[in-house]
């Protein structure tokens, strides 16, 4: 069981990246999905998540209106779209599955599987 994130990579203020998440072993339409990310030096922070259908989503205020989580339950894939990068929003960045969502998805406590984090770096 594992979740891959891929998409990281050295930009630009103001250009736009894609990251994904895919799951092996794993069918992540059972699962509220989430971005989190850590900074150097930062403890690990909520980005957004997405329920099973995708029907709603939930951001960090910092990157509401910047970023988009989405899912594609069939190609077992979620992506974390980023536009307007700005160099605050350099990190490694992780996604994680939970069971359940509500609130508490905010958190990283909610979520039992997690990638191994892919680095993002924006430069001004």
């Known amino acids: 069981v594992q979740l891959q994130a891929s998409g990281g990579g050295s930009v630009q203020a103001g250009d736009s990246l894609r990251l994904s998440c895919t799951g092996s072993g794993l069918a992540l339409s059972r699962f509220v999905m989430g971005w989190f990310r850590q900074a150097p030096g930062k403890g690990r922070e909520f980005v957004a998540h997405?329920?099973?259908?995708?029907?709603?989503?939930v951001y960090q205020s910092a990157v509401k209106g910047r970023f988009t989580i989405s899912r594609d339950n069939a190609g077992n894939t979620v992506y974390l779209q980023m536009n307007g990068l700005k160099p605050e929003d350099t990190a490694v960045y992780y996604c994680?599955?939970?069971?359940?969502?509500?609130?508490?998805?905010?958190?990283?406590?909610?979520?039992?599987?997690w990638g191994q984090g892919t680095l993002v770096t924006v430069s001004s």
């Open positions: 994680a599955a939970a069971l359940s969502g509500g609130s508490i998805a905010t958190s990283s406590v909610a979520y039992g599987y």
């Open positions: 997405i329920t099973k259908s995708g029907e709603k989503t």
